[in-house]
């Protein structure tokens, strides 16, 4: 069955600390994978995608995830984190060619950012 | 312009009433979905709509029932409301496989 893990429940990080949070898929054909992010009290917003090319993606916010196929991963990066990036980011994952544009998220990984 | 848009933000009821929550999308999109997010954040996916046709249907109870009049709407109809009922609902829309939109969100509270 297609899965997304994210292994980090809880990070906490002071301000201007680095940020890598790990995300680990289990499907066997070609996908496009996201990161979303959703601040308190808000909706999920697109961080960032890989649809294909340069494995090492930049989106928002100074973001940036690197797609390593051969270890079915797409971890998040940051190397200076805010205390406004503290939020819910959601890793996930579409299968680029299932007809019912299931997309199928991670559990999630609270980020706490202290100031 | 707002892309996904959900009504109402905010939901409080008493058990066994009936609820629905409503959702647009001006983006074109095919599909359209009805996530539940749980206390701990959890996203479930509820149902997904294909051009007006349900094409996924997670186990969720028959109290829930969607209805797409257009492939620009997808609304969400809730009988005999429950207290576990009580979550954030998100409306989404995609094209393909390229990622969702998602709305802001229907906080339903049950009494």
């Known amino acids: 069955a297609q899965s997304v893990s994210q292994h980090n429940h809880h990070v906490i990080l002071s301000e201007a600390a680095s940020l890598e949070l790990g995300c680990n898929y289990s499907y066997g054909g070609t996908v496009n994978l996201f990161w979303y992010v959703q601040y308190p009290g808000q909706h999920l917003q697109l961080l960032l995608k890989y649809f294909s090319g340069d494995p090492l993606v930049k989106g928002i916010k100074g973001f940036e995830a690197e797609f390593i196929k051969s270890k079915f991963s797409f971890n998040l990066r940051k190397p200076s984190v805010q205390w406004s990036d503290t939020a819910e980011y959601f890793c996930?994952?579409?299968?680029?060619?299932?007809?019912?544009?299931?997309?199928?998220f991670g559990s999630g990984t609270r980020l706490s950012i202290r100031p | 312009d707002t892309a996904v848009s959900q009504t109402p933000k905010y939901l409080v009821t008493q058990m066994g009433n009936d609820k629905s929550i409503k959702c647009e999308q001006n983006?074109?999109?095919?599909?359209m979905y009805w996530y539940k997010q749980d206390s701990k954040k959890f996203l479930k996916i509820m149902f997904s709509y294909n051009n007006k046709e349900l094409i996924i249907n997670e186990t969720v109870p028959n109290r829930f029932s969607p209805k797409s009049p257009d492939k620009a709407h997808l609304n969400l109809h809730i009988n005999s409301l429950e207290l576990g009922d009580s979550a954030v609902y998100f409306c989404?829309?995609?094209?393909?496989?390229?990622?969702?939109?998602f709305g802001p969100g229907t906080r339903l509270t049950v009494l």
């Open positions: 983006l074109g999109h095919d599909t």
């Open positions: 996930a994952v579409t299968p680029v060619y299932s007809s019912a544009s299931k997309i199928i």
């Open positions: 989404a829309s995609s094209q393909g496989s390229r990622g969702h939109f």
